[in-house]
């Protein structure tokens, strides 16, 4: 049946391909996690000689001391002050004083030390009490939380690695009451969720809660998905934009690039850094977007790209760990962008699935170079060249290109695997039973052995299937299929060219 894959059909192309509102784009999706410094001869000269007087200038004399005074300040706000992690409560007295006004002249001072001048605003910022979130975007610099700290100092909701950084964890948690979550564990997002709605109705004085909806910092060449959590209870939110202005944007600092340390040292090796900040209007919710976070995070990030230039993109933070993901996997850092929005929403398929499929793939790309060809797929599905294997890789791949990217896989696979025609029984009992040469209602390792998926189960899983089940049944083998779903593509084809009887 393995060497019957090249008998060749008439028109066998237009059984696969994909219809038209599964199409896969051939324009590759937007990178906004990667950003690498390329610098004129003139900016090489312009650095080289700033580094010798200006940076050690600003360094010693301004950010250092600001950056300690900074630190004394928060040691004196939570100074004698008894802290409940389980339930915080907002400061008060001298010591809101010592934050929001003694705080905010430091952070401007510190501002002032990296070459930020002069900082433009342009509108108010709203009292907590009328807005008590403020969503900030596009989040892509560390620089960003010094920019709001020069008009006040809000709570802000930050990743949970922050919290054991000696000394300065505990200090900043007290004295800024920091909301910490993993972005990887869904308890940790959970109860982030319950502690910003136990803060938003508790009655009590609290400054702004900071959100960055993003996530992550980012090149500013497109907006991420924003997370729904800053939305979530309901409330007025205040969009704030933050432009950086330089030709050389060099406090931007993306996930794949530049150190934030190397970002610092250019910026602070330049004559003068523009930014300035926008305070919009406050958004009230409507019934309906109280209801549905997702609406209102969806129309707070379309205020805020209008307002920024930057476009929307289809692309979230989860993208951004699916680089890292095939980075790990000896595959070029972009090869993860999949587009993770519009696969959860179109798609419905889960983001423990989409890291599965990452490591399928990093097994076809034999290359390590992030592009599958047809040879690639054939070696993993163990078949050789014919015509169903490339139905099988036409129906994945856009038409005009040789190459298979890790989004055009996740796309093309999954779409014409939600097919309702090869979800349904009787395709599959189709199958099932061609494969069942004896017709006992259960497959053994000779039956499977028409079909060469046993090959990809003991080679790419650390447990062989057939060792632990003898044989299987009907739904044994339809989860087979589901954590194999190549193998549907190439049944469905084997079907469409009469190799496989209806």
């Known amino acids: 049946i393995i060497f019957m894959d090249s008998y060749q059909a008439p028109n066998e192309r237009s059984t696969l391909l994909r219809p038209a509102d599964m199409a896969v784009s051939e324009e590759a999706p937007v990178d906004p996690f990667t950003l690498k410094h390329r610098f004129s001869c003139y900016d090489c000269l312009k650095i080289a000689f700033n580094c010798i007087w200006l940076f050690p200038l600003r360094l010693l004399f301004i950010v250092l001391p600001s950056a300690v005074m900074g630190s004394c300040l928060c040691m004196l706000s939570i100074l004698c002050l008894s802290y409940n992690e389980e339930d915080p409560q907002p400061l008060t007295g001298w010591r809101k004083f010592v934050l929001q006004k003694v705080a905010t002249k430091v952070s401007r001072l510190f501002m002032f030390g990296f070459g930020f001048h002069w900082i433009p605003v342009i509108g108010t910022p709203a009292a907590s009490s009328e807005a008590p979130i403020m969503v900030v975007g596009p989040h892509s610099s560390m620089l960003d939380i010094f920019v709001i700290g020069c008009r006040s100092i809000p709570t802000a909701l930050s990743r949970a690695e922050n919290k054991s950084v000696p000394f300065f964890g505990r200090i900043f948690t007290q004295a800024f009451n920091v909301i910490y979550v993993s972005r990887d564990e869904m308890a940790s997002r959970q109860q982030a969720a319950t502690e910003i709605n136990r803060r938003l109705n508790s009655g009590l004085d609290w400054p ?18 924003f997370k729904h959590g800053a939305f979530s209870p309901g409330l007025p939110v205040q969009p704030v934009v933050i432009r950086y202005r330089n030709r ?6 993306p996930d794949h690039g530049d150190s934030v340390i190397t970002c610092w040292f250019y910026t602070l090796c330049q004559f003068h850094n523009h930014v300035e900040m926008e305070y919009l209007p406050v958004y009230q919710p409507s019934d309906e977007e109280k209801q549905n976070p997702d609406l209102f995070a969806e129309n707070i990030r379309n205020i805020v790209s209008r307002s920024s230039g930057v476009p929307p993109s289809d692309v979230a933070i989860e993208d951004m760990i699916l680089c890292k ?8 850092y972009s090869t993860g962008i999949v587009e993770y929005a519009k696969v959860k929403k179109d798609l419905s398929t889960s983001f423990k699935d989409i890291k599965k499929l990452l490591k399928t793939f990093s097994i076809i790309d034999r290359d390590r170079n992030g592009l599958v060809d047809i040879s690639d797929l054939g070696w993993y599905l163990g078949v050789p060249s014919g015509a169903g294997l490339k139905m099988v890789f036409d129906s994945m791949a856009p038409a005009s290109d040789g190459f298979l990217t890790f989004h055009n896989y996740v796309h093309g696979l999954l779409a014409r695997c939600s097919s309702p025609h090869l979800q349904n029984e009787e395709f599959l009992h189709t199958i099932f039973n061609y494969l069942d040469q004896d017709h006992n209602g259960a497959l053994s390792e000779a039956d499977m052995f028409r079909l060469p998926i046993h090959n990809a189960a003991a080679r790419h899983t650390t447990d062989d299937f057939y060792q632990i089940t003898p044989q299987i049944g009907f739904e044994e083998f339809k989860a087979l299929l589901s954590e194999y779903k190549e193998y549907v593509l190439l049944f469905e084809a084997y079907r469409n060219i009469g190799i496989i009887a209806t």
């Open 248 to 253: 050389m944007n060099t406090m931007v600092w």
């Open 208 to 225: 702004h809660l900071l959100i960055f909806p993003e996530g992550t910092t980012t090149n500013r060449k497109a907006l991420l998905q």
């Open 325 to 332: 993901m095939a980075q790990q996997l000896g595959m070029p």
